[in-house]
């Protein structure tokens, strides 16, 4: 927030502002014309000279052209990998650091195995996909898988070819149980901010984000539940941006009817309706299919089929690929 | 005609002084040839004689004709979709505010992008050779992306060049690669609404600096304004300055603004909820073109018209796909670029009022009432 007297400002023009009581860039910015002239004394040249200053002072880095930006702020648009080079291929080298991601399917679709998995690639240094930084896993509905993490630890061993063999996966994971919104809301907003200016965080990840706002409201309260997903979204978004975080959601399903070839048949889509759908950036649905292929690590078992469906995503064609879960992780398959 | 003195913005003390002394019409102080003399004076003595050239002067008149002319010789950036275009009368206008509102994953993004590519055509392709400008404010914006939509623009355009074997184009494409693109597209991320309206005021000084700059998309002006602790009344207010000043810009600079608008849905009187753009019944003032966005099916998007000062409402199908069939992968060039396929399916619905078509609701459940205030 800078005051006025590093603006740049003539003489004249910053004491009158000061009179005034415009004191930050911002609430000069958020001011309009007619109380600037009226109440600062200014002239029309010096107003906009003022905002000039102003929004120069808020938004440093300017205009840059893409070639510029592409350099200077590789960070931004680095990409984690999901822990299985097929999907990370699908997923043009796996899951976004800016904005939030969003997988959503029904109950035992794989959305906390995908998560987990990350959990672990994201300690991967960035030559291995990884973004080399912990993780914090916000629990709302279950209790956190800790047996099936333990099972992934020695299935994603650190073996990299540099001296990194003594990575202890389990050190960098911060697990958060939650049970209602007010509580999710003052982590996000109080809490999980110092975490991050403290310890290398590079993904947060919230399972789940329907558990709490579907029961935590009244059917008629929708306004109220609509400004509270519009606070933790907003937040999440800020958070990603300012520390160069993946942000990944998981939300249940609804059965929407929907047509299809003049049928009507039941479609499950994302939870939780438009306004939270406007806070998601990337949105990845999960689904189980009936068919079942061998389970790779033991022959005499049959592991299920799923799919994998970008439904919006910036920088990825709406298309999907099928997966499977099996004891060893998340893999994509043919 | 005879102006009197009096019809002058100045102030009474040297009215009254002309007055007296005789001077009752602008015509009295100086003639066709020049000063009169003695008005000179008086003029030189009250210190007006500078400023009365600028007092009396009269803006330069146009005609509707005129006015006409000029918008149809103003250039329109293509959107590569010729039902949108048709739409659209050829594409977006330069010195217009252009909004594109449509529920997330409608192609929003994609458009903007888009167009950001499709300024930049040499002129000798139809295109504008300009630059332009992206606010990003919803971490929507991939170079990976917009690479993919220059390479499938410039092969493109490269095609066009190779039948039409002209030597204007073959210089013009050599210049126009995916690096100029990328070079020739300014971006910057804001992460509030402060941030926002700083670089909405900061364009003016930018186009000052940056004459081919002839699109500035905004993507999008919602989010920053709805996830914010504003209430509606300050909202408004800052929305309204930030149109105002965009709108401005456009004007002056003659620049295409597109901006991107989220959708919410609002409750009617009888309990019935329909998918309206989001910041409420104001914003709409702004733009001159409103167009609604949705997602059909996979890959086939569909355009409503909403509002326009030129065109009444109609809608269009447009689809996302490959520039070129060549590829054999699909999977690989579904979204790299937009071509329309179903020229002909454009749609005119009969009611001016129509609610959307359903099928545009891409993402609403039942639990959507959320009211926007």
Redesign the interface.
């Known amino acids: 927030m800078a005051s006025p007297d590093i603006l740049d400002l003539p003489e004249k023009v910053r004491e009158n502002l000061e009179k005034a009581g415009w004191v930050s860039s911002n609430s000069i910015l958020m001011s309009s014309d007619h109380e600037l002239r009226k109440l600062g004394n200014l002239t029309k040249e010096e107003c906009e000279l003022v905002r000039t200053r102003a929004a120069q002072s808020v938004l440093a880095s300017g205009f840059i052209s893409v070639t510029e930006a592409v350099c200077s702020l590789k960070e931004k648009w680095q990409r984690l990998s999901v822990g299985c080079s097929k999907l990370d291929r699908f997923l043009r080298g796996g899951v976004g650091v800016q904005g939030i991601t969003e997988i959503a399917g029904e109950s035992g679709s794989g959305k906390t195995q995908l998560c987990l998995q990350m959990a672990l690639t994201v300690q991967y240094p960035v030559t291995y996909g990884g973004l080399s930084g912990g993780a914090v896993y916000i629990c709302t509905e279950d209790a956190f898988p800790s047996r099936r993490l333990q099972e992934l630890f020695c299935c994603f061993p650190p073996t990299f070819s540099e001296a990194q063999t003594n990575m202890n996966f389990g050190d960098s994971i911060f697990i958060e149980h939650i049970g209602d919104v007010e509580s999710l809301k003052q982590c996000l907003l109080v809490r999980l901010p110092q975490l991050l200016t403290q310890r290398k965080v590079k993904l947060v990840v919230v399972d789940s984000i329907a558990g709490l706002f579907r029961s935590d409201y009244d059917p008629g309260d929708a306004v109220n539940r609509a400004k509270d997903l519009q606070v933790v979204g907003g937040q999440l978004h800020k958070l990603a941006e300012q520390f160069h975080l993946a942000v990944i959601c998981v939300n249940q399903v609804t059965n929407v009817a929907g047509k299809k070839n003049n049928e009507t048949q039941q479609q499950p889509v994302a939870a939780l309706g438009l306004a939270w759908a406007n806070m998601v950036t990337t949105r990845l649905q999960l689904c189980r299919t009936a068919h079942t292929v061998p389970d790779p690590h033991q022959p005499d078992h049959t592991v299920c089929v799923r799919t994998l469906q970008v439904v919006f995503a910036p920088n990825l064609p709406s298309d999907s690929c099928h997966f499977i879960v099996t004891k060893a992780g998340v893999f994509g398959i043919n | 005609m005879l102006r009197s003195v009096a019809s002058l913005p100045l102030p009474g003390s040297v009215q009254a002084r002309l007055r007296n002394q005789g001077f009752v019409y602008c015509e009295d102080l100086c003639s066709e040839k020049g000063y009169d003399s003695e008005g000179e004076k008086v003029m030189k003595q009250l210190g007006i004689d500078e400023r009365l050239a600028s007092l009396t002067y009269v803006p330069p008149t146009k005609s509707a004709l005129d006015v006409w002319h000029d918008e149809c010789l103003s250039p329109r950036i293509v959107t590569f979709s010729k039902a949108v275009d048709d739409m659209l009368d050829g594409g977006i206008a330069v010195g217009e505010i252009t909004e594109l509102c449509g529920?997330?994953?409608s192609g929003k993004?994609?458009i903007s992008l888009q167009m950001c590519v499709d300024v930049q055509i040499p002129r000798s392709f139809g295109g504008l050779s300009g630059e332009a400008?992206?606010i990003d404010t919803?971490?929507?914006?991939?170079?990976?992306?917009?690479k993919e939509i220059a390479e499938a623009c410039v092969d493109h355009c490269q095609l066009v060049a190779l039948h039409q074997n002209e030597q204007d184009m073959g210089q013009q494409i050599e210049k126009f690669t995916v690096?100029t693109i990328?070079?020739?597209?300014?971006?910057?991320?804001?992460?509030?609404y402060?941030?926002l309206?700083?670089?909405?005021?900061?364009i003016?000084?930018?186009l000052q600096q940056k004459r081919q700059v002839r699109l500035v998309v905004v993507d999008s002006v919602?989010?920053p304004f709805?996830?914010?602790?504003l209430n509606s009344l300050?909202r408004t207010?800052?929305l309204c300055?930030i149109m105002q000043e965009l709108k401005m810009v456009a004007m002056r600079y003659n620049v295409a603004v597109l901006v991107t608008n989220?959708?919410?849905?609002k409750v009617g009187p009888a309990n019935e909820s329909r998918?309206v753009p989001?910041l409420g019944d104001s914003f709409g003032h702004y733009s001159s073109q409103r167009l609604m966005l949705g997602?059909l099916q996979?890959?086939c998007y569909a355009a409503v018209l909403f509002k326009s000062v030129r065109r009444k409402q109609s809608s269009a199908k447009f689809q996302?796909e490959a520039s070129s069939m060549k590829q054999a992968d699909l999977?690989v060039m579904?979204?790299r670029a937009f071509k329309s396929v179903c020229t002909s399916t454009i749609v005119v619905f009969p009611n001016p009022l129509c609610p959307i078509p359903s099928t545009l609701s891409a993402?609403?459940?039942?639990?959507?009432?959320?009211?926007d205030?």
Do not use: N
């Open positions: 529920a997330p994953g993004t994609q400008l992206f919803e971490s929507g914006f991939t170079p990976d992306r917009l690096d990328m070079q020739g597209l300014y971006y910057t991320a804001t992460h509030d402060v941030e309206v700083a670089a909405i005021y900061s003016k000084e930018f919602a989010f709805r996830s914010g602790i300050q207010r800052a300055d989220q959708l919410t849905t998918l989001a997602c996979r890959e996302k999977r579904v979204k993402v609403k459940t039942p639990e959507d009432t959320e009211e205030l």
